[in-house]
């Protein structure tokens, strides 16, 4: 069964061209770069000399907006093998960013969320940020037990690498971990594991 309509999970935007900022920098992995190539379009020569990228090539579906971003003119352009240097590039970009800056991310719900948690940790309020979602709904897991983080969870029971426990997963996004949550699968009745089913990717 696909479970839909989780109220906890964040509601996105729609990525355009604050005017209120002084210089921009955008954020997007994989299939992220969809909307990106569409904010820059939207951008006039001034917001786009005045926007770096940072981009990351990992993709769960596969979709690379590397040679398009190339081309868009954009004022500085970084390049990351993985989403996780990505947000550390972000992490090292905000620390010597001034006032007025605007920051736009897209792409998956875990790169979305960690990269939130960064902006969060520099003072960004949300209307300095828009996030837009772009690609599957693969989820980032939490272990409740371990605290391990598994990214690109497809299933409703799987393995946890951390502890090794099997763990289903909750239907409850928490925006302070940027993950679901993962509980022992049986923990009800040892040995009981719940029924699997793919989860609404």
């Known amino acids: 069964m696909l479970i839909t309509g989780i109220k906890s999970r964040p509601v996105y935007d729609k990525l355009t061209p604050m005017a209120k900022g002084l210089t921009h920098v955008a954020a997007a992995q994989g299939s992220g770069g969809e909307p990106l190539m569409r904010l820059l379009g939207e951008m006039n020569p001034a917001q786009l000399s005045a926007t770096s990228v940072l981009y990351s090539t990992e993709s769960f579906t596969g979709r690379n907006y590397l040679a398009e971003l190339q081309e868009s003119g954009v004022g500085h352009l970084l390049v990351f093998e993985s989403n996780g240097d990505a947000v550390s590039g972000l992490d090292s ?109």
Not at 135 to 141: A, E, P, Q
Not at 163 to 172: G, Q, S, T
Request: glycine content about 12%; aromatic content about 10%.
């Open 93 to 201: 970009f905000l620390a010597g960013a001034k006032m007025g800056i605007r920051l736009y991310i897209s792409g998956s719900e875990g790169f979305i969320g960690t990269s939130m948690q960064v902006a969060t940790s520099y003072g960004m309020n949300r209307d300095e940020v828009l996030r837009e979602h772009a690609g599957s709904f693969v989820r980032r897991v939490w272990c409740a037990h371990c605290s391990h983080y598994s990214e690109n969870v497809t299933r409703r029971v799987f393995r946890c690498p951390g502890c090794e426990r099997n763990l289903v997963v909750r239907d409850h996004y928490s925006g302070r971990l940027a993950a679901f949550q993962g509980v022992k699968a049986d923990g009800e009745v040892p040995g009981e594991l719940p029924e699997d089913e793919e989860l609404d990717t």
